[in-house]
């Protein structure tokens, strides 16, 4: 199978599982890929319903956004992605949803905070918040301006212990090293959210000690990780 039959498949296969996992509703939310050659991306058509996407619908484009293969339109959210990929060489694969906890804190513009272990697990401290575009920006090209948003975000931040980020007003977008780990980090980020949220409201909170946040990250991620099998 190609490089690129393999992508289709695999973008297909999370695209479908955002269903599986309630991270969306009605057509709310694409998944994509890039080639290990890092030349071609694989991405939701839009508006087209879960149920019926097949890998042949997945639209390949190039990292200008020019469609290389496919009869259908790739996502409007597809410059987003594509700054993403052009910028940062490690990730494999983007999502993006509006999966409803995570969409709540992004349209509160409230940072996701880290109160405890479950969080510390997957993301190494709050999940941020982007600034709002101005209208110039928006002008501009709406979706390649909200790619580069979430560059600036992250400037001085570890992207790759806190794989995601809340646009203000709007919905998150996660990524990692494959299309299925994006997924991954977004159902842990719908759930983390879910998570603050109950205990929010529950009144008077504090954020979870550094030394304990530490330690569940370093024993998932990096080079001392003892959890799970060894590979």
Request: contains cysteine; negative net charge.
């Amino acid at each position: 199978m190609s490089e690129r039959s393999q992508l289709r498949d695999a973008v297909c296969d999370a695209n479908r599982a955002l269903v599986a996992h309630g991270l969306v509703t009605l057509t709310w939310g694409n998944v994509s890929g890039i080639t290990p050659s890092r030349d071609i991306v694989a991405i939701k058509p839009s508006g087209v319903p879960y149920e019926r996407l097949r890998p042949h619908d997945i639209v390949l484009v190039d990292l200008e956004g020019r469609i290389v293969e496919g009869d259908l339109r790739p996502s409007t959210d597809t410059p987003t992605h594509l700054a993403l990929y052009r910028a940062w060489p490690e990730v494999g694969g983007v999502t993006h949803t509006h999966s409803p906890y995570a969409t709540m804190f992004a349209q509160a513009r409230t940072p996701i905070p880290c109160l405890g272990t479950t969080h510390a697990d997957h993301f190494a401290g709050d999940v941020p918040v982007t600034r709002q575009l101005t209208p110039e920006e928006v002008d501009a090209g709406y979706e390649a301006q909200t790619g580069l948003l979430i560059l600036e975000c992250f400037r001085h931040r570890d992207r790759s212990r806190v794989p995601a980020v809340l646009l203000p007003g709007h919905a998150p977008f996660v990524w990692g090293v494959t299309a299925a780990k994006s997924l991954e980090n977004a159902v842990a980020l719908e759930a983390i959210a879910h998570l603050a949220h109950g205990t929010l409201a529950l009144g008077p909170h504090v954020p979870i000690e550094p030394h304990i946040l530490h330690k569940h990250q370093s024993r998932k991620h990096g080079a001392g990780a003892y959890y799970g099998q060894a590979t």
